[in-house]
């Protein structure tokens, strides 16, 4: 070719080749998916990409090279001025799913340093980076070295996708969002573990979310996308803890991001007990006994005593205020929290048991407030949302107040309330609740099975 370039692989081809169906190549993959990252590939054809994508799946050959080139998109970081062991925890998603804002400091207080690149919001789950930007002053857009500066001053951090870091992810998910392509075990698979694997860590904790709150609505699904996170850890040589738990309804009581955070600041000052606070227990648990030793009964008893006592919401405070954040929110959240002006108490019209609740439609009514958004780069309202407290499992009076509607006038109140209403089914018998979590899979046992 006398010295000119190489010829790249024709991204129209890319697209058509995975149109029909066929498996892309190491280069087609890196080539179309670095190509997107640099800003040279069009919105509308990554959109046709991702949707071929899918439709049609992709092997477990292309989803490592598509993760593999997403974290290649970027720097990695390698987090050298770090003496303490080193955790990375994320969530595929659910409704009033805060488990990342309590798990941070917790994991911190204890010992451990916690690294954290986040997402934001995506279809009807919540983001949190878009619950910790409604705190007044807060910064995400990290630059690699802050990140890694704070993670080694005060153990730990959490930060968006930048330029620097798996771009390729920070672009595919807002497009993701917009075209309605989140749903897809490999894309999904991809944008967690690109962000994880660009992170140096010893431990990934995967939180994989099952049920109608989450983009995996069986725990068979979901088991599926928690196989092919830990065959992307152990491919990659990381060590992955990875559980399937209950998104059969809300995890907690609120859904919007500064009432989420809110919710987050009454768990770490040891005001609020629940399965919101149980589940980040647990994995702090897993994450202690795992990298410091010991049982993991006794690293939940050391989780508990730090919500307790107040060590973890300390901690909370500290990456508050050290990234740019009103740290007085750990005090105060009611104070320094944005709130909306229409607050509407609401009641369900039944009286019986709680036997479900629909959380995918909870999640949407608090998009449609404005907590989520309709199109890619939409601004988030911080301040709008639903907070529901009755669970499954609840005996509920007609007429009793079983939450608040957070909205910007009545109207969207209005037409929130009556979504919040058809989501919830009362009836005369106490159903059971599924368990917490389903299963957990773990990456040492691909290595054992010489998978
Ligand atoms: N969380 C992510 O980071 N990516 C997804 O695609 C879904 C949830």
Redo the contacts with the bound molecule.
Sequence with gaps: MNGSPEALPDPREVVERKRDRGQLTREEMRSFILGYARGDIPDYLAAAFLTACYLNGLSIEETTELTQAMVDSGRTIALLDVDRPKVDK?S??GVSDSVTLVFVPLAASLGLAVAKLS?RG?GHTGGTLDKLESIPGLRTDLSVDEFEAQVARIGCVVAGQTEDLVPADGAM?AL?DATGT?ASIP??AA??MS?KLAVNSDLILLDVKAGSGA?MKTPESAAELARTCVLLAAGAGRRARVAVTDMTRPLGTAIGNALDVAEAVRILRGEERGRLRDLSVRFAGVAVSSLLGGSQAEAEQRAEAALDGGAALDTFALMVETQGGDHRVAEDPAGVLPRAPHRVDMALDRTGFVVEIDAEALGRAAAQLGAGRVRKGDPVDPAVGIEFTATVGDHVEAGQPVGTIHSRTPEDAARAEAVVRGAVTVGDEAADPPPMVFGWYDSDDVEEAGG
């Design positions: 994320h595929t998603g997402g995506l998910y993701r989140v894309l999904i944008s967690v962000k983009f």
